[in-house]
């Protein structure tokens, strides 16, 4: 099926810092999302974004979607020891089905 | 609100038994999508329904692996006879499709484990 790539795939940051991931296809997508995962949980929705070059926050957190319709970022500003997890894109062109990324594992450093 | 529930949240069984995994979506959505998790292959759509019918199974790995969905409130998901590389955590979904299809609303998996 579709894959989304999804990049780094692992993060090694000293708390305080920001971090910045990014996830892109080679084919359009109409919706958006990010999800975080907890070890021995379901992945959380962090932002979901619909419209091309929309720019949406929630907290520290930053999303963005790519101009193109191809890409989206994720900016996680002044990380924290519980900002880690895996972080996931997920895109949707048609449809009820959405696209997972191969997730970027994020580690913060106290 | 109660999120998506799934149980069991741990399974552990022999190689050939029969397995079933159960969701109970977020009161109101009409969609539901059961997801396979390994370090391997990462996050995987198994089959989703659309107001309790089947819209796209073409995840399902094989014949060992059903679905169904006999109500707007509940789903399972079969594997029979289970296997070895069948281990991974299952998860499902729900969101509400209509004009705008929102985003999906995962439970918290079933870790599976088949000895």
């Known amino acids: 099926g579709q894959q989304l790539n999804q990049s780094p795939q692992s993060m090694f940051i000293q708390e305080g810092e920001d971090v910045s991931m990014n996830c892109t296809s080679s084919s359009i997508f109409n919706t958006w999302l990010w999800y975080k995962q907890d070890p021995g949980e379901g992945p959380v929705l962090l932002i979901a974004?619909?419209?091309?070059?929309e720019l949406t926050s929630n907290g520290r957190l930053t999303a963005q979607f790519g101009i193109t319709r191809k890409d989206s970022f994720l900016n996680i500003s002044a990380s924290i020891p519980s900002d880690v997890g895996i972080y996931f894109c997920?895109?949707?062109?048609?449809?009820?089905?959405?696209?997972f990324g191969t997730g970027t594992s994020l580690t913060v450093i106290p | 609100d109660a999120g998506v529930i799934q149980s069991p949240r741990h399974e552990v069984t022999e190689m050939g038994q029969e397995v079933t995994l159960r969701c109970k979506p977020i009161s109101g959505h009409n969609s539901l999508f059961w997801y396979r998790q390994t370090m391997m292959r990462g996050l995987e759509l198994l089959i989703y329904?659309?107001?309790?019918?089947?819209?796209?199974d073409s995840g399902m790995p094989e014949d060992r692996f059903s679905a169904k969905m006999p109500n707007a409130s509940f789903s399972t998901l079969k594997i029979q006879p289970s296997e070895p590389r069948d281990s991974a955590v299952y998860f499902c979904a729900s969101s509400f499709s209509g004009l705008s299809n929102q985003p999906q609303h995962f439970g918290d998996g079933t870790r599976l484990s088949i000895l």
């Open positions: 329904f659309n107001n309790n019918v089947p819209i796209d």
């Open positions: 974004l619909y419209k091309a070059g």
């Open positions: 997920a895109g949707q062109r048609t449809g009820n089905q959405f696209y």
